[in-house]
């Protein structure tokens, strides 16, 4: 069941929407199933003689005698609405269970507290199976104003209680950080437009997508234009700083044909301009030119930053767990824009259902995710996917991913855990379509029996406690074909194994020679590196150098320049 609350200042023009046919006729039989006073509020859905007027006139009354006694100023947004609406596959709840509803929602709200005579005059009105809307005007009969902090949340609060007690579907209890969802016109308008997602959900998408990858604040408004976006900032009146946003999707337009804009916190939470601020670098940081000496550098920080986030969630600071968090949603953006195959929409559908589990009540140490926010935005333009290394970073987000889920649920973010598990399904989904013929093909090419036995050795001798399951993982094949690269690549095979396999426990993998296999894949090339000092002590390093980043990100030079939603 989910309520959702908003104000306004028209109560006729509500009314109208309430009691009419809908945008689309899709108003059946509307009527009042509860109010402040069911002989007092004219219902023009049941009484032929009663008027929108009318009824408008006897919920504005308190809100009148105020207007007089302010000397004819009215009160702002003086109107209260919130539509409930249960999940579909709920059974049908008739017009006594609805108004029940009505009644204990209004209370939890502090619009009209039981027992309390001088409460805000209210209705709740049907007009569909699956919902009604409960209109109230917020003056009281002592012409005060209700206390309705935090209704919105005290509403979902109640919505959970009655889900338990009448057997509807329980949904997952949120907090202040969910993004506003879409509202009925939006919906609407987004069907008529042969659209499937609105254009405040495009917005989002495309403004995440983007702040992930910048890094400056400038950049991203830049960013943003070039897409198509209109944005219009807000300027202090005093030092002419943006102090806010807005902006505007391509051809999304009102009635007189303006552009609809949507301030960047209606977009999400983290998408004001002060917290996208808390999450850019420094201008003197962003200035500072970027190179890269090996291409694959970008996927290997990245994956060694997402290790690193792993542990920080086990390690008990929640600021610092919710920044790294913070910081993996803007990684598996640049991942899913980086990526090439078929399982990049996977991955893009997993950066988006990451979204919820991002953030939360837990105020985020950005800070102390600085690593991994800095590999992720170096793998937003990076030029190429470095075929294995690339599905070890995607081994390691599920992994980190899975994490998450456990981190939100231990601290009852219900909401976040169940983004996170959303998330878990799709890169689940991604890595095995982009691994499974990874791993057939290092089987095929796996080194001469001679080697595979000492592969062997070396597995007994470094880690001795696992080495049974190791053996007899199947993905081992592939692992002894991973093992001669390294030791071609100048690593010591039974040393490398001791280091990655005490990185973290094995004893829960399901196939802990795969999960050695990719920690193995990722670790840095030391021939490779040597040669760079060498070229770098000569004097050489300039012409192998590769200026970084390109003009513009991966992210903003694919198919999404054109607006698909």
């Not at 507290?113 to 199976?129: T, Y």
């Not at 700083?241 to 391509?250: E, F, K, N, R, T």
């Not at 337009?253 to 917290?275: C, F, M, Q």
């Not at 219900?414 to 990874?438: C, D, F, I, N, W």
Request: with cysteine; aromatic share 4%; net charge positive.
């Amino acid at each position: 069941m989910v309520p959702d609350v908003s104000t306004g200042s028209d109560t006729r023009g509500l009314i109208v929407y309430l009691f009419g046919p809908g945008r689309r006729d899709e108003h059946t039989d509307a009527h009042i199933v509860a109010a402040w006073d069911m002989v007092g509020a004219p219902d023009p859905g049941r009484d032929p003689a009663a008027t929108y007027t009318q009824l408008a006139k006897r919920l504005d009354h308190h809100v009148d005698l105020r207007t007089r006694e302010l000397g004819g100023k009215k009160p702002t947004k003086h109107v209260w609405h919130c539509p409930v609406r249960t999940a579909p596959g709920d059974r049908y709840l008739t017009d006594a269970e609805w108004a029940e509803v009505a009644r204990r929602i209004v209370h939890a709200a502090g619009i009209a507290p039981e027992g309390d005579e001088k409460a805000c005059r209210w209705i709740a009105v049907r007009h569909a199976d699956d919902h009604i809307h409960i209109m109230a005007t917020t003056t009281r009969a002592d012409g005060r104003r209700p206390r309705t902090h935090h209704d919105g949340q005290r509403a979902q609060a109640e919505c959970r209680k009655i889900e338990a007690e009448f057997g509807l579907r329980r949904l997952k209890s949120g907090d202040i950080t969910a993004p506003r969802t879409p509202t009925g016109a939006e919906r609407a308008k987004a069907e008529r437009q042969g659209q499937t997602v609105t254009a405040r959900q495009w917005l989002r998408e495309q403004a995440y997508a983007v702040a992930a990858a910048v890094r400056t604040e400038a950049d991203y408004f830049t960013v943003l234009q070039s897409l198509g976006i209109k944005v219009k900032t807000r300027l202090g009146p005093e030092t002419g700083d943006v102090i806010g946003y807005s902006l505007a999707a391509p051809g999304d337009t009102n009635a007189a044909g303006e552009p609809v804009w949507y301030g960047g916190s209606k977009l999400a939470p983290d998408l004001s301009i002060n917290r996208l601020r808390e999450r850019l670098p420094d201008q003197e940081m962003a200035d500072r030119p970027r190179y890269v000496a090996d291409p694959t550098d970008p996927w290997r920080h990245t994956s060694t930053a997402i290790h690193t986030a792993r542990t920080v969630l086990d390690a008990g600071d929640d600021a610092a767990a919710q920044g790294h968090l913070a910081a993996f949603g803007d990684a598996l953006y640049n991942i899913a824009s980086a990526t090439t195959g078929p399982h990049r929409a996977e991955l893009q559908a997993a950066a988006m259902a990451f979204n919820r589990a991002r953030r939360s009540a837990i105020r985020a140490d950005h800070q102390a995710a600085t690593a991994l926010r800095k590999a992720a935005k170096e793998l937003a333009y990076a030029s190429s996917e470095p075929g294995g290394l690339a599905i070890a970073l995607l081994f390691a987000t599920v992994h980190l991913t899975r994490a998450a889920a456990k981190w939100h649920e231990q601290r009852g973010h219900e909401q976040q855990a169940a983004a996170a598990e959303e998330a878990l399904h799709h890169l689940r989904a991604g890595y095995q379509q982009a691994a499974t013929p990874v791993l057939a093909d290092l089987a095929r090419r796996a080194p001469r029996a001679a080697a595979a036995r000492r592969f062997e050795q070396d597995v007994r001798a470094a880690l001795p406690n696992h080495a049974d399951r190791i053996l007899a993982d199947p993905t081992w094949t592939a692992l002894t074909t991973t093992l001669a690269h390294a030791e071609t690549a100048g690593h010591n095979p039974r040393r490398l194994l001791a280091e990655v396999g005490t990185q973290r426990e094995l004893d829960s993998a399901e196939h802990p020679a795969e999960v050695l296999n990719w920690r193995i894949t990722a670790q840095p090339n030391r021939r490779m590196q040597a040669a760079r000092m060498r070229s770098a002590t000569s004097g050489t390093s300039a012409m192998s150098a590769t200026p970084h980043p390109p003009a513009t990100p991966v992210a903003m030079r694919s198919e999404e320049r054109s607006r698909h939603r």
